[in-house]
């Protein structure tokens, strides 16, 4: 396991390294014989967790529970489907990271600012991404562990009093009817409810983080524009009375580097585009839901489905971010092109540059169901709709 998270300073040039690693444990990367393990690994979790969910109105089950009910049950559904559209666009998948990782290959030899630029955003992603596995650790906790920790004391201080007697109602992780057990109040089906469903908890944290993936592969192909950019402004200061052959050699590889930038924000719209459109759709009934659930119950259980308004709101968070820098990043390569007085060099190297201002003048851009662009904007949009849909809600019930 430690050989599976170690960085060695031959992966300040390759595209999240030990990610892949974890990756082809489960066949998404490497083998895709493997993938047996993960289609394996969701069905256990579907016996264990989805179908078990009650998602009808009884006496046992109130309208405020099924509302929260049914936001656990989306929220799963969002875990599923990304990671199996991501197993059936493996081969995409592993495109964009070849593409990323040869335009990568091109700078490890030399010694200037693009290397340092690469090197330096390598291991901000590295951060990252063991930051990012902190926090879904966390989750697990927050959302595993806090439960049986108020329901045992509870329980135990209360056990001596005769059955009828006891009050206790244990506080779930996840709202179900088990196959029948008791989980509201017997101890003995509360614990065996606990235990088979950890595990599966632990899974579905796993699979945010590889959703936290996709957030890397945006970064990395930004990484691309950037490259772009600060090899233009290069040009601008270094090629002053060059000659024309150089100029052209370099002005050749910034081309070539742009277009692989392009190329791999094709390949990566066409692996996240019915991805974010599921994610979008997910996010705002769950934030609608899971808002009513919080303002109509005042107990701890609110503190689960907290965790899950938190997680599902990062989420869109960094892809809209990312989503928007990517965007930036590439409307900024006009601005330096233009910056390099281009129109003052024969009549050659100016067709590169128009070549490299019309490619920067089409927008660059993650989309969701190629219905709208992911971005800050359209992130604060899914946030206020929302809330009004919360507020109609709150009215109607």
Not at 88 to 103: C, D, G, M, T
Not at 143 to 168: A, G, K, S
Not at 274 to 279: C, F
């Amino acid at each position: 396991m430690v050989n599976l998270f170690a960085r060695t300073p031959a992966d300040n040039f390759r595209v999240m390294p030990y990610n892949l690693r974890l990756f082809a444990m489960l066949g998404l990367w490497g083998d895709r014989r493997k993938l047996y393990r993960l289609y394996a690994l969701l069905l256990l979790a579907y016996v264990a967790i989805i179908f078990p969910k009650p998602v009808r109105i009884t006496d046992r089950h109130p309208f405020e529970s099924i509302v929260r009910s049914v936001s656990e049950l989306i929220f799963a559904a969002l875990c599923y489907l990304t990671i199996i559209i991501l197993a059936i666009k493996s081969e995409p998948f592993r495109a964009v990271i070849r593409k990323l990782e040869q335009a990568l290959e091109l700078f490890r030899d030399k010694q200037d600012q693009c290397s340092q630029l690469i090197i330096e955003v390598n291991a901000n992603i590295h951060r990252f991404s063991l930051g990012y596995a902190k926090l879904n650790l966390l989750y697990v906790l927050l959302f595993n562990i806090i439960p049986p920790i108020y329901n045992y004391p509870r329980y135990f201080l209360q056990w001596r009093m005769p059955e009828d007697n006891r009050t206790v109602v244990f506080m779930l992780p996840l709202m179900q009817d088990l196959y029948g057990l008791d989980v509201h109040h017997n101890i003995v089906h509360y614990t065996i409810s606990w235990v088979a469903i950890t595990p599966f908890c632990v899974f579905f944290a796993l699979i945010l983080w590889f959703k936290g993936a996709l957030f890397m592969l945006i970064r990395y192909n930004t990484l691309l524009y950037q490259l772009v950019n600060r090899l233009l402004q290069q040009y601008d200061h270094e090629s002053a009375g060059g000659l024309l052959a150089q100029k052209h050699r370099r002005l050749q590889q910034i081309v070539q580097l742009h277009y692989r930038a392009i190329e791999c924000t094709k390949l990566l719209d066409s692996i996240l585009s019915l991805i974010l459109l599921i994610q979008c759709v997910g996010c705002l009934l769950m934030l609608c839901l899971m808002l009513f659930y919080i303002t109509r119950n005042h107990s701890l259980n609110v503190i689960n489905i907290a965790v899950l308004l938190m997680s599902i709101f990062i989420e869109m968070m960094c892809f809209s971010y990312l989503g928007n820098q990517l965007t930036e990043e590439n409307a900024n390569i006009s601005h330096s092109a233009f910056n390099c007085r281009w129109y003052d060099e024969p009549i050659v190297i100016r067709k590169y540059f128009l070549r490299i201002i019309l490619q920067a003048h089409r927008k660059a851009t993650i989309t969701a169901g190629k219905f709208y662009n992911v971005n800050i904007v359209t992130f604060a949009q899914l946030i206020k709709t929302s809330y009004t849909y919360y507020m109609i809600m709150k009215e109607m019930f």
